[in-house]
């Protein structure tokens, strides 16, 4: 059923003109003698090689701060809930968990559409900081797989610090039926700062065709989270459909609406930039 919906957004032909293959590490089905000195994709392209360049010591910095914090405000707040759950709300609480890991799909969806659509690095502190990584990524997709747990993760991480914090300082000064009346929020907040802060993790398993555990081929063939076939459509250049990269469960829809695209017009006809031009500039840079 999923296979027949996504047939026609890409076919198999464009997939194999527009994008790079990562199933193929030997380049079996690219390799001419103009892709050989000129990539289109890859560790040997030159913008991507410029890209990664970029990757500084203070960032690594913030993503080794970043990831230590959000970990233990997470060990915290998974304390806590486990001690005030109730068999009672369990119906409740599924609910709002599963709500959590929706708006987490569309928020993974929204904040990639902007950073892969508008920007350019040269934007301070924004751009090579946040832009970079989405720049290299495209014209590098395997790069993703050769970083480690803190520069796959450090961002996502990041983000989910502030919410996770507050949970933390309402559990500690609220009373117990404070907290009971308001479980099913926290339920909801809560699977939302996980799913976003696994978002990247689930994205680096999506691009990873050798190696993995079994638990995770497992729950990408059952779509519970993203597919490696899934997100190869986002991957056919230029890259404008298929954004959502926790569970891809929202991006049929959204691509049926027509939502990005219309989106993409509203702010064009208002500010006169055209989406995605940043990054196409960055995959021209071939040699």
Known sequence: MASNFLMPVKSDEEILQNSMLEDDPNAN??????????????????????????????????ECVSVSVC??????????????????????????????????????GLVHWMADTWGTIDIPVIGKNYLRPFREHHIDPTSITRHDFVETNGDNFMVTIPFLAQMTYVFITSSNQQIQDSFSWKCYIFLLCIFVALTNQIHKWSHTYFGLPKWVVWLQEHHIILPRRHHRYHHVAPHETYYCITTGWLNWPLEAIRFWPCLERIITAATGCLPRDDDLKWAQKRT
Request: net charge positive.
């Open 71 to 108: 970990l233990t405000l997470i060990v915290i707040n998974s304390l806590f809930m486990l001690y005030h759950i109730r068999l009672t709300n369990i119906s409740t609480v599924l609910m709002s968990a599963f709500c959590g890991i929706v708006s987490a799909d569309f928020g993974s």
């Open 29 to 62: 089905s690219s390799a001419t003698a103009e892709e050989t000195l000129r990539p289109r994709w890859g560790p040997n392209h030159k913008g991507a090689q410029e890209l990664a360049n970029l990757y500084s010591r203070g960032k690594r910095i913030q």
